[in-house]
């Protein structure tokens, strides 16, 4: 049997063990509270301080998606009308520079040059029959002259005779009037080799390939011969032919019309393309000529291709437009403006074909990170 004892200090001594525990417990909670408040401020200095490094070190690459590939393009027609006579090319098809895309029926110029040729002949005679002339004139004024001194002479004696009456004044009249005679023939004559004289430019030895009208006819032969050779029409420069379809054998070709109807004309695309971006103004603070940038096209996801800034635009594209803001109005709103960046690739060999008009993403490299730009400018 147990006999609880009635000694006061062994009754206190578990007393004191519960009220050490609770001290404990409530140091500890103290120290959990003080470490969550320290975490909590840390975590909120440190997502801070992570926040202003991340944005301080960013700000070097400037990017849009208002992007597309271009290559110059052109409507090949001829400045000559004509019936077409073949089309020598097909769809998608690859030319080089002077390759024939397709053929007027050349018979017409054709003649047209051999009435050229003929013309310019003429000319080249009546040169040489103007020569003949001008020669046959200058004989006849020395002829003339010889004819007139002649009559000088007689009208002379006929004077003194007269003066003794030695001959009737009839037969000095008739001598008179003789002399007059021949001198105004010689005028005349000597009008007509100066007529014949100017035909010639002043030069009685003139070659016909120097007289106006003959190279007048040579130029008309050269304009025949121009035309003649339009009725082959070829490509200007490598590329791919498009809208093929649209011109046939038989289709008549009107020079004048060409720039209005693509059934005149057959399409043709550059292999020389670059990527035009429309950056927004307030992007193009750093963005200078020579600068890198990476582009990627919609149609082939994960390949980057590499470039620099070839130029930036001169205006905005709203400039250009044929219906320009009129900013000066009461309701005007501000809008970021649009400038064109044209992006020269650098190509190689195997990459994936690029078409004029994919759209692409591009990111200029500007060197500038926001810190370089707060301290530096």
């Given at each position: ?17 519960k ?12 120290d ?7 975490l ?110 002649v ?10 005779l ?21 001198q ?53 420069f ?116 690029l ?23």
């Amino acid at each position: 049997m147990n006999v609880m004892s009635n000694d006061p200090l062994t009754r206190l001594e578990p007393e004191k063990g519960k009220r050490g525990i609770r001290g404990s417990l409530k140091r500890a909670f103290g120290d959990m509270a003080r470490l969550r408040q320290i975490l909590m401020i840390g975590g909120v200095v440190v997502v801070a301080a992570a926040s202003l490094a991340f944005y301080l070190m960013g700000g070097r690459y400037v990017s849009t998606d208002d992007a597309y590939v271009k290559a110059a393009q052109l409507m090949v027609s001829t400045d000559v009308s004509g019936i077409v006579k073949s089309v020598e090319v097909h769809e998608g098809q690859h030319v080089k520079a002077g390759d024939v895309l397709f053929r007027i029926d050349p018979q017409p110029f054709q003649i047209a040059l051999e009435n050229a040729k003929a013309a310019m002949a003429t000319v080249a005679q009546t040169v040489e029959a103007t020569k003949a002339d001008y020669r046959r004139d200058v004989q006849q004024v020395d002829a003339q002259a010889a004819q007139v001194a002649v009559s000088k002479t007689t009208l002379d004696r006929y004077s003194k005779l007269v003066a003794g009456n030695a001959i009737a004044h009839t037969l000095y009249d008739q001598q008179r009037a003789t002399y007059l005679s021949a001198q105004a023939t010689l005028a005349s004559l000597k009008q007509a080799a100066q007529v014949d004289l100017a035909k010639l430019s002043g030069n009685p030895n003139l070659p016909a390939e120097q007289s106006p009208a003959y190279m007048q006819a040579n130029a008309q032969v050269d304009e025949m011969q121009r035309q003649l050779d339009h009725t082959i029409v070829r490509a200007p420069f490598d590329g791919v032919v498009t809208q093929v379809d649209s011109l046939q054998p038989g289709t008549l070709v009107i020079s004048a019309m060409s720039a209005f109807s693509t059934t005149s004309a057959v399409g043709l695309v550059s292999d020389n393309v670059w990527v035009e971006g429309n950056m927004k103004e307030t992007d193009l603070t750093y963005v200078k000529h020579g600068m890198p940038v990476d582009v990627t096209v919609d149609t082939y996801p994960g390949y980057t291709w590499k470039g620099i800034i070839q130029s930036v635009a001169a205006a905005s594209g709203s400039t250009f437009s044929p219906l320009p803001s009129e900013n000066s109005s009461g309701n005007w709103v501000k809008v970021v403006q649009r400038i064109a960046v044209r992006i020269k690739l650098d190509r190689k060999p195997g990459e994936p074909r690029l078409r004029a008009g994919m759209s692409s993403v591009i990111s200029i490299d500007t060197g500038r990170r926001r810190w370089n730009r707060l301290i530096n400018g």
